[in-house]
């Protein structure tokens, strides 16, 4: 997986052209005046926020790791399946906090909804061995990989 520079912003670690992932690029990601998020009603603006939770994908020789930034939620929160044996898919929410009427809110930057992220993965993928734990506020999910068999190579004697 290639590591596409943002002129807008930040590093956008994902490929637009990746087969693995399932995500839907967002074109206007990182400008400051989106206006495909800024005429949404605010309710689909707080899912939006949330709706691209990061992710980095890293293949070691035994696995493929999955790292998911999800600060401020429980494990209880956050949901990670594997779909028709090919599709490993995290989810979760994160809840609105509660209003208080005597409360005067002067800014409200956190993000609050559900997210969905989908990935294709490999055949090599061992999907009876995922694990997922969770610590400070990072999900990491490692897919074991099956060990590639290197051919046999027998010399053959040549005969005069």
Known sequence: MSLIPSFFGGNRRSNVFD?????????????????????LPSSTRETTAIANARIDWKETPEAHVFKVDVPGLK???????VEDGTILQ????????????????????????????????????????????????VLTVTVPKEEVKKPEVKAIDISA
């Open 19 to 39: 087969p693995f992932s399932l995500d839907i690029w967002d074109p206007f990601e990182g400008f400051p005046f989106s206006t495909a998020v800024a005429n």
């Open 75 to 81: 494990k209880e929160e956050v949901k990670v399946e």
């Open 90 to 137: 995290i989810s979760g929410e994160r809840s609105k906090e509660q209003e208080e009427k005597n409360d005067k809110w002067h800014r409200v930057e956190r993000s609050s909804g559900k997210f969905l992220r989908r990935f294709r993965l490999p055949e090599n993928a061992k999907l009876d061995q995922v694990k997922a734990a969770m610590e400070n506020g």
